[in-house]
């Protein structure tokens, strides 16, 4: 018997909202005031889920331990996978000491903290998100600033800063793509509207995460590089956007910012060296310019031996983003699995869709196509020309496996958290609270996809939740389906610094467990700040200048 999805089970639209939000309230309460474990709090979080989803949304329960399920599946494979992955090849890389080799090699580039994080973490982590997604440039950058010496809240939370601008076009454009495809958007059109809002973020992210992480004084002491590394991606990202498509917009425009800064710092040196790696104001160093320290010199076939490692995951992460590469690994084994009790069991009802519409739950474990399978093979060879024997590698392996257990298991009740709201449609309920704010729509409807990536960890998931809704509303009050439909993507990449999914990540790849509470703090500021000023970007593109919704042919 199918099960349609109730919005108003209270018939008071404000009660219901308030209900609505309880999980959520429930897993970020408990993880960022109540310090609890993370997968503790993850737990409680799932558990309020399903109490909420049974008896205040009516929906059956044994369709929402069912949706749970799926939601580990997910969690599992592909997120947690890759996570895994990336931690075994930081292992790797630190046990065979390159990994030093490889923070003396950067230094040699910049010795100023402020410019080893904007070529890490912004330029070189939109690489991995363009080509990979899914968690994969957090997981990088955050490895590697933890390498280099940042505190580990600076290495977490101001790798989660810097991965917003990208996230919009990551994974090969697989987020606008997706919100295309299922809503029927003219793809072109939507993409090209995103790259008229988000270029403008790309250069302010920049600024604020120096900011974020030295202070407002030491932020204007390299607006120059700050200028180079946000319009050299900005402005690829823009061009890509809307006049080739959405699938190379971040490799291209991460390619250009990372060769741009790394050219301009040849010739451009700030006035003091900012050797700090704390957060001002939050770790105990606040951090202050001091003089440089020469790093250590390495043979230059060391420093390339260091580097190839990396340099084998990076050509890795891209060819299996290749939408030929999947599509051949699904080709040899990608077994799909309806979840039995819960495909094609729930109905998702009008307004937010024009007519009933079932929901599918199907888990395909494509275990050759997924990018952590990319990671482990990358790690695997970089291994083995690292002089790793095959039992040390497994050693290595099952003992990092045992190090992540915890996160593994945070990820896993998070993503059935998620998959609860989805299909019992109390985060539709949330949506359509934003949904009913009149004039006010474009701020308000912005924030909805803001709100849609930090409950599911996902623009894509934002998209597919709140893409439709956002064309008939939009519709509805006059506007530009495309403009709101692209602000629900633009809007998504701020939610994506504060999803559980994110910290868990961030919190794993610098070895800073228990801390996600930390962290979530640290970063929530940022991303309701961003937010706002992206809903107030496309509100003054509603009311203030249309003409930059106008298509592009």
């Given at each position: 018997?199918?099960?349609?999805?109730?919005?108003?089970?209270?018939?008071n639209?404000?009660?219901?909202?308030?209900?609505?939000?309880?999980?959520?309230?429930?897993?970020l309460?408990?993880l960022?005031?109540?310090?609890?474990?993370?997968h503790?709090?993850?737990?409680?979080?799932?558990?309020?889920?399903?109490?909420?989803?049974?008896?205040?949304?009516?929906m059956?329960?044994g369709?929402?331990?069912?949706?749970?399920?799926?939601?580990?599946?997910?969690?599992?494979?592909?997120?947690?996978?890759?996570?895994?992955?990336?931690?075994?090849?930081?292992?790797?890389?630190e046990?065979?000491?390159s990994?030093?080799?490889l923070?003396?090699?950067?230094?040699?580039?910049?010795?100023?903290?402020?410019l080893q994080?904007?070529?890490?973490?912004?330029?070189?982590?939109?690489?991995?998100?363009?080509?990979a997604?899914?968690?994969?440039?957090?997981?990088?950058?955050?490895?590697?600033?933890?390498?280099?010496?940042?505190?580990?809240?600076?290495?977490?939370?101001?790798?989660?800063?810097?991965?917003?601008a990208?996230?919009?076009?990551?994974?090969?454009?697989?987020?606008?793509?997706?919100?295309?495809?299922?809503?029927g958007?003219?793809?072109?059109?939507?993409?090209g509207?995103?790259?008229?809002?988000?270029?403008?973020f790309?250069?302010?992210?920049?600024?604020?995460?120096?900011?974020?992480f030295?202070?407002?004084?030491a932020?204007?002491?390299?607006?120059?590089?700050?200028?180079?590394?946000?319009?050299?991606?900005?402005?690829?990202?823009?061009?890509?956007?809307?006049?080739?498509?959405?699938?190379?917009?971040?490799?291209?425009?991460?390619?250009?910012?990372?060769?741009c800064?790394v050219l301009?710092l040849?010739?451009?040196?700030?006035?003091?060296?900012?050797?700090?790696?704390?957060l001002?104001?939050?770790?105990?160093d606040?951090?202050?310019?001091?003089?440089p320290?020469?790093?250590?010199?390495?043979?230059?076939?060391?420093?390339?031996?260091?580097?190839?490692?990396?340099?084998?995951?990076?050509?890795?992460?891209?060819?299996?983003?290749?939408?030929?590469?999947?599509?051949?690994?699904?080709?040899?084994?990608a077994?799909?699995?309806?979840?039995e009790?819960?495909?094609?069991?729930?109905?998702?009802?009008?307004?937010?869709?024009?007519?009933?519409?079932?929901?599918?739950?199907?888990?395909?474990?494509?275990?050759?196509?997924?990018?952590?399978?990319?990671?482990?093979?990358?790690?695997?060879i970089?291994?083995?020309?690292?002089?790793?024997?095959?039992?040390?590698l497994?050693?290595?392996?099952?003992?990092?496996?045992?190090?992540?257990?915890?996160?593994?298991?945070?990820?896993?009740?998070?993503?059935?958290?998620?998959?609860?709201?989805?299909?019992?449609?109390?985060?539709?309920?949330?949506?359509?609270?934003?949904?009913?704010?009149?004039?006010?729509?474009?701020?308000?409807?912005?924030?909805?996809?803001?709100?849609?990536v930090?409950?599911?960890?996902?623009?894509?998931?934002s998209?597919?939740?709140?893409?439709?809704?956002?064309?008939?509303?939009?519709?509805?009050?006059?506007l530009?389906?495309?403009?709101?439909g692209?602000?629900?993507?633009?809007?998504?990449v701020?939610?994506?610094m504060?999803?559980?999914?994110?910290?868990?990540?961030?919190?794993?790849?610098t070895?800073?467990?228990?801390h996600?509470?930390?962290?979530?703090?640290?970063?929530?500021?940022?991303?309701v700040?961003?937010?706002?000023?992206v809903?107030?970007?496309?509100?003054?593109?509603?009311y203030?200048?249309?003409?930059?919704?106008?298509?592009?042919?």
């Amino acid at each position: 018997m199918v099960w349609q999805q109730v919005y108003d089970p209270f018939h008071n639209m404000v009660l219901s909202t308030l209900v609505a939000i309880i999980p959520v309230a429930v897993m970020l309460v408990g993880l960022g005031f109540l310090h609890l474990k993370a997968h503790v709090a993850a737990a409680a979080g799932l558990a309020a889920s399903i109490i909420v989803a049974v008896f205040g949304f009516g929906m059956p329960a044994g369709l929402a331990g069912n949706a749970a399920f799926y939601g580990g599946l997910v969690g599992l494979l592909p997120i947690g996978w890759i996570v895994l992955n990336i931690i075994f090849l930081h292992r790797l890389t630190e046990l065979n000491g390159s990994f030093k080799v490889l923070q003396d090699s950067i230094a040699g580039i910049t010795q100023d903290r402020r410019l080893q994080l904007l070529l890490i973490s912004f330029s070189f982590g939109a690489f991995f998100e363009g080509a990979a997604g899914f968690g994969t440039p957090v997981a990088v950058t955050a490895s590697i600033l933890i390498g280099l010496g940042f505190s580990p809240l600076a290495a977490s939370g101001l790798s989660l800063i810097a991965n917003t601008a990208p996230v919009a076009y990551g994974a090969l454009g697989t987020p606008v793509i997706t919100l295309a495809k299922v809503h029927g958007y003219d793809l072109m059109a939507v993409s090209g509207m995103i790259g008229r809002q988000l270029p403008f973020f790309s250069m302010l992210v920049p600024f604020w995460l120096i900011w974020a992480f030295a202070g407002r004084k030491a932020m204007w002491e390299i607006w120059p590089a700050l200028v180079v590394t946000g319009l050299s991606f900005a402005i690829p990202q823009f061009l890509v956007s809307n006049y080739i498509g959405p699938e190379l917009v971040d490799v291209i425009a991460a390619v250009s910012s990372m060769v741009c800064l790394v050219l301009f710092l040849r010739v451009w040196k700030p006035r003091t060296i900012w050797t700090s790696v704390s957060l001002k104001g939050h770790d105990h160093d606040a951090g202050e310019a001091k003089a440089p320290v020469a790093p250590k010199k390495h043979p230059i076939d060391a420093v390339l031996r260091a580097w190839l490692p990396w340099a084998i995951l990076t050509v890795f992460v891209f060819v299996w983003g290749l939408p030929e590469v999947k599509k051949f690994w699904n080709g040899v084994w990608a077994p799909a699995f309806p979840i039995e009790g819960l495909h094609n069991m729930i109905e998702k009802m009008p307004p937010v869709v024009r007519e009933p519409h079932k929901e599918t739950a199907v888990y395909t474990l494509a275990l050759l196509s997924t990018t952590g399978t990319g990671i482990l093979l990358s790690a695997l060879i970089g291994g083995l020309i690292m002089g790793f024997g095959p039992i040390e590698l497994v050693r290595t392996f099952f003992k990092t496996i045992w190090m992540v257990r915890y996160s593994l298991l945070t990820i896993v009740l998070m993503l059935g958290l998620g998959n609860v709201t989805r299909y019992s449609g109390t985060d539709t309920t949330l949506g359509l609270a934003f949904a009913n704010t009149g004039v006010l729509y474009p701020f308000f409807g912005t924030l909805m996809g803001w709100m849609g990536v930090a409950l599911t960890g996902s623009d894509t998931a934002s998209n597919v939740l709140f893409g439709g809704m956002q064309k008939v509303a939009a519709e509805q009050l006059g506007l530009s389906p495309n403009l709101m439909g692209a602000a629900n993507s633009s809007g998504g990449v701020m939610g994506k610094m504060i999803d559980a999914q994110s910290i868990v990540v961030a919190s794993t790849a610098t070895r800073w467990f228990d801390h996600e509470g930390d962290i979530l703090r640290y970063v929530f500021f940022h991303s309701v700040a961003l937010a706002c000023l992206v809903g107030i970007f496309v509100t003054l593109q509603a009311y203030v200048w249309p003409f930059t919704t106008m298509v592009i042919h």
